[in-house]
Each structure stands twice: as C-alpha cells, then as structure tokens.
C-alpha cells in the first residue's frame, strides 16, 4: 500500500530563517506530488505541484521554492522566512486525475 | 475557470440530526467529484467520491450523489456524532487537463452531544 510522510511535524522559526520541510511517498511511482499550505481557519492554498523529477510549477509567486530531486521525494523550501509564512503545510500525490492523498502536514509557525 | 462552491461554516448540530453540506461546481467538461475530510491537526482524507453522472458516493453513513443537471454533489448523514466533528471539502478533477485539482473552501461541521 502507498504511504505518503512528512516531516517534521511541527516547526518553529524565527523571522529571516531558512526553511527546508520534506516529503516521501512511498508504494508508488511517478506520482504527481504537491504542496499546500493552510492559513489557520482557511481553505487550501497551492504552493507547488509537479509531474515528475526535476519538473516544478508554481502557483503562488513568493519567496519559497520546491524540488523534486527523486522520484518520490519532495522538498519545499525558503532562503528568509516571513510571518506571513506561518500555517499548516500539506504534501499530497496523486496518479492523474484521480484522489489525492495528503500526508499528516507540518505546523509551522514563524516568530 | 473550474471552480467549487461550499456552503459557508461552521454548521453547528445535535448529536443524531441530519446533515447536508452543499456543494455546487463549474467546471469545463466532465468531472470527477470528491469530498475529504480534515479532523483536527490531520491532513485531509478522502471520504468519497463519484466520476460520473447520477453515480453515488459512500462511506462511514456519508453519501453523495453527482447530478449533473444541477452541477451539485451535497454531501448528506443520516445521523451525525460527535466524531464527525471536522472540516469537509468539496472537491473536483478534470481529466485531459492540468494536474489541478479545484478545491472548495471548506465547511466546519460542529457536533454537540
């Protein structure tokens, strides 16, 4: 069976930190890979999503990037965190067009 | 554009009352529908979901029926319980096209004992 992970679960950083949250998912192959994020109280934002290694597209002009470097592995990242980049982050695959199926999410909060 | 519309939240109810969540869609062409569901502090889990026309979704006493005529998928329990307490999504993915999925802004469902 597939099994998508993320880590950590929570994180705080202070303000102009740099950010590195990672996903893996494992039982599958070539999967469609994204991130959300969730505002408190908010619906789901697309940040990133992407179709196979190396291959990223953006949603959300901002000051964080996403990489795709193994098949099944997908990291989000920042250079200088804002507080305004404080929220529930969300990894989630899918195979086409079908469910997606999300990790358990990190709790970031940026002080 | 595709796009999804919910209900607005929080949907306060008895423990036992009866619950419809509305979702109505636009889409280009032929969607599949979905809901999913957030409990607290947890990522979004699929609930059910339907691929065409007059097919019904179900699970856990939830259930869904995609009406095209009406471009709905509302989501419907019998009898609520505490349990159900989270965030439900409405949800909708188009095949031939991007690799996006539309989602609603979800709706809070608040059970009392």
């Known amino acids: 069976s597939q099994t998508i992970h993320q880590w950590p679960a929570t994180l705080v950083q202070p303000v102009g930190s740099p950010l590195s949250l990672e996903c893996t998912v494992e039982g599958t192959s070539n999967p469609n890979l994204y991130w959300y994020r969730q505002a408190a109280g908010r619906g789901l934002q697309l940040l990133f999503y992407s179709v196979g290694i190396g291959q990223i597209s953006s949603e959300v002009p901002q000051n964080l990037s996403a990489s795709r470097p193994q098949d099944r592995q997908f990291i989000l990242s920042s250079k200088k965190l804002l507080l305004s980049d404080s929220g529930f982050y969300l990894c989630a695959w899918s195979r086409q067009v079908n469910e997606q199926f999300f990790g358990p999410g990190t709790r970031l909060t940026v002080l | 554009g595709n796009s999804v519309t919910q209900m607005e939240g929080p949907v306060t109810l008895s423990e036992e009352a009866f619950l419809t969540i509305n979702c109505t869609y636009t889409a280009t062409g032929y969607p599949s529908l979905f809901w999913y569901v957030q409990y607290p502090g947890e990522g979004l889990q699929l609930l059910l979901k339907?691929?065409?026309?007059?097919d019904k979704g179900s699970n856990k006493g939830f259930e869904a029926t995609y009406r095209k005529e009406t471009t709905s998928f509302h989501l419907e329990k019998g009898s609520v319980q505490v349990s159900d307490s989270a965030v439900y999504f409405c949800a909708l993915s188009l095949s031939g096209g991007s690799y996006i999925p539309t989602f609603g802004r979800g709706t809070s469902l608040i059970v009392h004992p």
């Open positions: 339907a691929t065409k026309a007059d």
